[in-house]
C-alpha cells in the first residue's frame, strides 16, 4: 500500500489519471497497463493526448478505523503533471463524493460514517505555480520552435 500526496480531484474530468512516472514511484511493472481506447483531449491545451493504456488499482480513502476502498481505472500518460494522479468524475460517483471547494475539503460514506478528506492551502498553491511553470515551460518551447520556422523561412539563402 502506497499513500499518494498531490492529488488533484476534478469534478470537471470524466477520466482518472496517472502519470507513468507516479506508477513508476509506487512500484507497478509497466507490463501491467493494458490498451486503450482512443486519446482524449482537454489535459493538454489544444492537443490530444495518447495514453500508454489503462490500469486498474484499489484506492482507499480514510483510516484503518473508518474507510472506503474502490477500485478504479486510470488512463496512464506519458507526459509530465504537477500532480501525482488526477481523479475525475468517475471517482466522485463510485466513491459517492461531496465536494466543497470554499474548505478545499471532500466528504463521502465510510464503513463507520463519514469520511472528510482535506487539503492546505498552501499546497494546493504550490502545485498551482508547478503547474503554470510546466504549462510556461511547454508554450514557450512551442512558441520557440514556431519563431525559430518562421525565421527558417524569411531567412535568405546562404548558396
Given amino acids: 500500500m502506497k499513500r499518494l500526496a ?16 507516479t506508477l513508476d514511484a509506487i512500484g507497478i511493472d ?18 490530444q493526448a495518447i495514453p500508454l493504456g ?10 484503518p478505523t473508518n474507510y472506503r476502498m ?34 478545499l475539503k471532500l466528504k463521502m460514506p465510510g464503513s463507520h460514517g463519514v469520511i472528510t478528506i482535506g487539503s492546505y492551502f498552501q499546497c494546493a498553491y504550490q502545485c498551482e505555480v508547478e503547474s503554470y511553470e510546466l504549462i510556461s515551460a511547454i508554450v514557450s518551447s512551442e512558441e520557440l520552435a514556431v519563431i525559430r520556422e518562421e525565421t527558417a523561412e524569411e531567412a535568405p539563402d546562404s548558396k
Fill in 70 to 103: 474502490e477500485t478504479l481505472t486510470f488512463e496512464v500518460v506519458g507526459f509530465h503533471g504537477s500532480y501525482r494522479t488526477i481523479l475525475g468524475r468517475l471517482c466522485y460517483r463510485k466513491f459517492m463524493v461531496v465536494p466543497n471547494y470554499t474548505y
Fill in 30 to 47: 509497466r507490463s501491467c497497463i493494458r490498451p486503450s481506447g482512443a486519446p482524449f483531449h482537454g489535459i493538454v491545451l489544444g492537443k
Fill in 54 to 63: 489503462q490500469i486498474d488499482m484499489s484506492v482507499t480513502f480514510g483510516d
Fill in 6 to 21: 498531490k492529488v488533484l480531484m476534478d469534478g470537471g474530468s470524466s477520466l482518472n489519471i496517472m502519470y507513468a512516472k
